[in-house]
């Protein structure tokens, strides 16, 4: 039986963030994620989880200044120490909340520094996080992100995923494969998920074009979330969408599955 988390940046807008959990569990969810936790209190957001039954899924590391366009800092020479503070406060808010997993951001390509040094710092970045995270029984993922929505950034394609997951050679390093980015960026959905299940942790999901709930686009979810089933994948999948015309009235693809 697959297994579907709301994720509360983009689904049950309608609320004030802390509201929103209720709603999830109402709506039949058991499990949320968000983009960051930061800006709230460890006790305010496990009083949330327990109050509603929930599981803390995933959330990501400190990405550095969002509001000025950053994208996270891991493939950034010269914000390594930054970094790493930003891995000890994302451990804390996930062994605080039980949350199993946590997503590190590539970062956007700074200008003027070559792609090896990128690289180089990216694995490295990668290396020392997978080995803290493992310490506190956290897995760590990454995942590649669709050049149009998000030009320049570091990661883009599930082939290069792999390749540094290899390079890192870290069991605890694991790839979040988003079906909404990698349907933009090379198709070819289910012979790619088949090749790679192992080395995927988490999956998240939005239609295309528009990023809406499935369903409103070209991708056939009904035909991935049986070969999902059928694969055998035990994971959560992120409804990481925006939904068209209010989060509950846009739930009815997730019938079969939600716990009402």
Same mark, same amino acid.
């Given at each position: 039986?697959?297994?579907?988390?709301?994720?509360?940046?983009?689904?049950?807008?309608?609320?004030?963030? /802390?509201?929103?959990?209720?709603?999830?569990?109402?709506?039949?969810?058991?499990?949320?994620?968000? /983009?960051?936790?930061?800006?709230?209190?460890?006790?305010?957001?496990?009083?949330? /989880?327990?109050?509603?039954?929930?599981?803390?899924?995933?959330?990501?590391?400190?990405?550095?200044?969002?509001?000025?366009?950053?994208?996270?800092?891991?493939?950034?020479?010269?914000?390594?120490?930054?970094?790493?503070?930003?891995?000890?406060?994302?451990?804390?808010?996930?062994?605080? /909340?039980?949350?199993?997993?946590?997503?590190?951001?590539?970062?956007?390509?700074?200008?003027?520094?070559?792609?090896?040094?990128?690289?180089?710092?990216?694995?490295?970045?990668?290396?020392?996080?997978?080995?803290?995270?493992?310490?506190?029984?956290?897995?760590?993922?990454?995942?590649?992100?669709?050049?149009?929505?998000?030009?320049?950034?570091?990661?883009?394609?599930?082939?290069?995923?792999?390749?540094?997951?290899?390079?890192?050679?870290?069991?605890?390093?694991?790839?979040?494969?988003?079906?909404?980015?990698?349907?933009?960026?090379?198709?070819?959905?289910?012979?790619?998920?088949?090749?790679?299940?192992?080395?995927?942790?988490?999956?998240?999901?939005?239609?295309?074009?528009?990023?809406?709930?499935?369903?409103?686009?070209?991708?056939?979810?009904?035909?991935?979330?049986?070969?999902?089933?059928?694969?055998?994948?035990?994971?959560?999948?992120?409804?990481?969408?925006?939904?068209?015309?209010?989060?509950?009235?846009?739930?009815?693809?997730?019938?079969?599955?939600?716990?009402?």
């Amino acid at each position: 039986m697959l297994r579907f988390n709301a994720n509360l940046s983009m689904m049950f807008n309608e609320h004030n963030f /802390l509201d929103r959990f209720g709603a999830a569990a109402r709506a039949g969810f058991q499990g949320v994620e968000f /983009l960051f936790p930061y800006s709230h209190s460890i006790s305010d957001l496990k009083e949330a /989880l327990e109050a509603n039954q929930l599981a803390q899924v995933l959330f990501n590391l400190p990405p550095g200044d969002w509001e000025k366009g950053e994208r996270g800092m891991c493939c950034h020479p010269n914000r390594q120490n930054e970094f790493r503070e930003g891995v000890e406060i994302a451990l804390e808010y996930a062994t605080g /909340l039980g949350c199993q997993q946590i997503h590190v951001m590539a970062g956007i390509k700074p200008e003027g520094v070559p792609m090896d040094a990128l690289s180089e710092t990216y694995v490295e970045n990668l290396r020392f996080a997978a080995e803290l995270c493992e310490q506190k029984n956290v897995r760590l993922l990454i995942e590649a992100i669709n050049s149009r929505d998000m030009p320049g950034y570091f990661l883009s394609k599930s082939a290069q995923a792999i390749s540094v997951i290899e390079k890192v050679g870290s069991s605890n390093l694991l790839f979040q494969y988003d079906i909404y980015h990698m349907q933009i960026m090379e198709g070819d959905l289910i012979s790619t998920i088949t090749e790679i299940l192992s080395r995927i942790a988490h999956f998240q999901i939005a239609d295309n074009p528009g990023r809406h709930e499935p369903g409103t686009g070209e991708i056939n979810y009904p035909f991935i979330f049986s070969k999902l089933d059928e694969l055998g994948y035990n994971g959560w999948i992120g409804c990481e969408y925006r939904p068209i015309a209010g989060t509950v009235e846009g739930l009815n693809w997730a019938s079969n599955w939600l716990n009402k």
